[in-house]
């Protein structure tokens, strides 16, 4: 729901700021108009996402206690769509906005998608503390380090944010460091389209899993829950 909100908000946002210069008359006066625009883009558009991102990690951390996860879990998706800012300053902004941040081109939005694709499993997961068979407890495995490979490239990102708006021109030399380091990584990790896709793969797979645990299904999967594992479904429940 929050991300069709997204959706809807970014689309709305070149007419809204149409709208808004027609009302304030800048289209008038000799580039003002411009300077409004830009002013716009570069200032409310970042807060209207980084509201966005408080409202996802207020949810997510929610859900996650609700299912008995690890919170880390759910900080994931506030985390997620926080690394893909640039994206959403420059993503229906005026081109000038994402000129004066030096993003020439608007860039894959890898983790926002990896944010819809974790908040929907976490929103899937029942809520269930059932002891884990081998299968779901091996899936679950898997899926967490690919989240959390997911989750350090995002903080890639950030620190690449970070880097500019608090060490000026010396960070532009941490950043062009960090995009070296970033591309190597994504050229190792088949990022973002091979590890998005195995992300949402075992997603499913997990969803699916934890479904038939929780109704019964795979019959015989029960009887081979080891009687050592009294771990709830998804790890100690939160308290």
Known sequence: MRFGILVAITLAFPFFVYGLVKLSGA????????????????YLKPL?????????????????RTIGISPMIGLSVPILVLADL????????????????????????????????????????????????????????????LLFIVVGLGLVGILQMLSLWFFGATGMNIRILVMRIFSYLRAL???????????????????????????????????????ANKAPLFGQPNR
């Open 27 to 42: 289209q008038s006066v000799g580039g003002a108009s411009g300077a409004l625009t830009l002013v716009l883009g570069l």
């Open 48 to 64: 209207i996402y980084l509201a966005f991102t408080y409202s996802t990690g207020r949810i997510s951390l929610g859900r996650a």
């Open 86 to 145: 640039p994206f959403g300053t420059t993503f229906g902004s005026f081109w000038a906005v994402g000129f004066s941040l030096g993003i020439l081109s608007t860039p894959f939005p890898a983790s926002l998608i990896a944010a819809v694709i974790l908040a929907t499993t976490l929103s899937l997961l029942p809520e269930n503390h059932e002891p884990m068979t081998g299968r779901l407890e091996r899936l679950y495995g898997v899926w967490k380090i």
């Open 189 to 227: 990790l088949i990022y973002p389209t091979g590890l998005l896709l195995a992300f949402a793969v075992l997603s499913v797979l997990l969803v699916r899993e934890s479904r038939q645990v929780r109704t019964g299904g795979g019959g015989h999967r029960a009887s081979n829950v080891q009687v």
